[in-house]
């Protein structure tokens, strides 16, 4: 029988290890099969929750924001696409990649996952596929309905939600509430609702850490 696990995912769209991350988690599940019953639930952080709406250029934010050099930004970037590669997930940095601010993001999957946890999954994955590997803009109103549509939801709904504020206290509660339970950095997956694993770990560690949680909840009940 599959033993029932939650997952709550903490994480932003225009975070690279956050998509590592997600592709890890999901190989790792598949690999268990049987094994578990998973429900994930995804939760926003922004990491540039003052972005205008121009965006900037990821080279220099990045510059800026960590004191390092241009070339150090590339060699971090090549260390991502590498890892990338490991679990299946696209990165294409250009020249012109920029970052955005990503809270119609937040708000427009905190509506899909109202739809359903399948519904909010495939939007994440979505999100994370256009901005990484395509290179688009999660700020985009037109491009937000249109992934809407792509993986299945109602692209008139999902622009009333973006075209007005719907959700935006939702979204800025979530937020509030997982920096108060200590998360500061994402990717963060917090399993069974007690053991956090943060970062873009590889799959083996994730199914051990999965089957070491079930385990604990079965000897606790």
Not at 105 to 117: D, I, S, V, Y
Request: charged fraction near 20%; proline fraction near 4%; hydrophobic fraction near 40%.
């Amino acid at each position: 029988m599959s033993k029932p696990l939650t997952i709550d995912f903490v994480s932003d769209v225009v975070c690279p290890w956050c998509a590592i991350g997600l592709a890890s988690l999901t190989r790792a599940l598949q690999q268990l099969g049987d094994e578990v019953d998973a429900t994930i639930h995804f939760h926003p952080f922004e990491l540039t929750p003052d972005m205008g709406s121009d965006g900037e250029y990821v080279v220099p934010y990045l510059s800026s924001k960590y004191g390092i050099s241009p070339e150090q930004v590339a060699a971090s970037q090549a260390q991502i696409t590498a890892r990338g590669q490991d679990v299946g997930f696209v990165f294409d940095f250009r020249d012109d990649s920029k970052k955005w601010n990503t809270f119609k993001a937040h708000r427009l999957l905190h509506w899909a996952g109202l739809q359903g946890e399948s519904d909010q999954l495939a939007l994440k994955q979505a999100l994370l596929l256009a901005y990484f590997t395509h290179n688009q803009n999660p700020d985009d109103i037109d491009l937000l309905c249109g992934i809407a549509t792509q993986v299945g939801l109602d692209g008139a709904a999902a622009r009333t939600v973006l075209e007005s504020n719907q959700y935006a206290d939702d979204v800025l509660d979530a937020e509030q509430h997982w920096q108060q339970q200590g998360i500061s950095s994402v990717p963060a997956m917090i399993f069974n609702g007690s053991h956090l694993v943060s970062g873009g770990q590889p799959e083996e560690t994730l199914k051990k850490v999965i089957r070491d949680v079930v385990r604990m909840s079965e000897a606790i009940n």
